[in-house]
């Protein structure tokens, strides 16, 4: 297991963890995480491809914040996604592609904010006054079966179809990604993760691990064990990030709202699904 301490940057606290699982060779995801940053990308298209492609895209990210002081918005993100998109292409081999998903603490309108943003069936998640919430929506084929009611939401996990998604990175298809703008309020933990741990445990276990260890890095360290714990068949990637410490009044207290980074909007966090499209890729 990689492990880096906690840190963070006025009231943000965070840890982190990647395992390539019980069953995987490699690892093929990729973690990006800085003061006011945090992304994982989790790889596809097999040996020498997945590791590649989710590497050249923190790569990107990585860049792209240090040149902006960090200071990102959503059409500064979505530039960045669309040019790790490109460098996948052009520098990965052929098949090669990842999803990702992460979060960006942005001030707006005199609060500061949480600028979610996916593509791919990674994921993030917020727990907020006891309430666990799945933030993102999964573009994956059994996300299209939930929607048109063939499956619940229970039997996701263990779909035949599960590892479908319908967008990706570098993949050559729709690279689109979603963005959810959500007020920062008091106590606030962003889990952001690869499909490895979600698919491993449910919210229920989610919530309960995130809620019992109030340490950022021991939460991430505990999260991955127990995903190893349930057998482990895929890459675990984990990154919580928690809002510790903030006054009161660099904070607003509004519903979280949609934006627009040029190109769609997307509205409260799990209200609606991704668009549908055909499916793209299946992860290795």
């Excluded at 729709?174 to 698919?199: E, K, N, Q, V």
């Excluded at 009044?249 to 509205?267: G, N």
Aim: include cysteine; charge should be negative.
């Amino acid at each position: 297991m990689n492990r880096d301490g906690p840190g963070g940057r006025a009231g943000i606290r965070h840890g982190q963890g990647t395992d390539r699982g019980l069953k995987r060779q490699l690892n093929e995801d990729s973690l990006f995480v800085a003061d006011a940053l945090f992304a994982v990308a989790d790889g596809m298209g097999g040996h020498e491809a997945g590791e590649v492609a989710s590497r050249l895209c923190v790569e990107t990210l990585a860049a792209g914040y240090r040149k902006a002081a960090g200071r990102l918005d959503a059409e500064a993100i979505h530039v960045l996604l669309r040019a790790a998109d490109e460098a996948i292409a052009a520098g990965a081999p052929r098949g090669a592609g990842t999803t990702i998903s992460g979060a960006a603490v942005i001030e707006r309108d005199s609060g500061l904010h949480w600028l979610v943003f996916n593509v791919g069936d990674s994921r993030t998640y917020r727990l907020s006054d006891g309430l666990l919430e799945q933030v993102t929506v999964d573009h994956s084929e059994v996300q299209q079966l939930v929607e048109r009611g063939v499956i619940g939401v229970d039997q996701m996990a263990a779909h035949p179809r599960r590892h479908v998604i319908t967008r990706a990175l570098g993949a050559g298809g729709d690279g689109r990604a979603d963005f959810w703008l959500l007020p920062i309020r008091p106590g606030d933990r962003l889990l952001i993760c690869s499909d490895g741990l979600s698919t491993e445990l449910s919210d229920a276990s989610l919530r309960d691990t995130m809620t019992r260890f109030p340490d950022p890095q021991q939460a991430a360290d505990e999260l991955i064990a127990a995903a190893l714990g349930r057998g482990g068949r895929d890459n675990i990637s984990v990154i919580i990030a928690d809002a510790m410490g903030l006054e009161a009044d660099e904070m607003l207290d509004t519903v979280p709202r949609p934006i627009r980074p040029a190109m769609q909007t997307k509205t409260q966090p799990t209200a609606v699904a991704g668009g549908a499209t055909a499916p793209m890729e299946e992860k290795s």
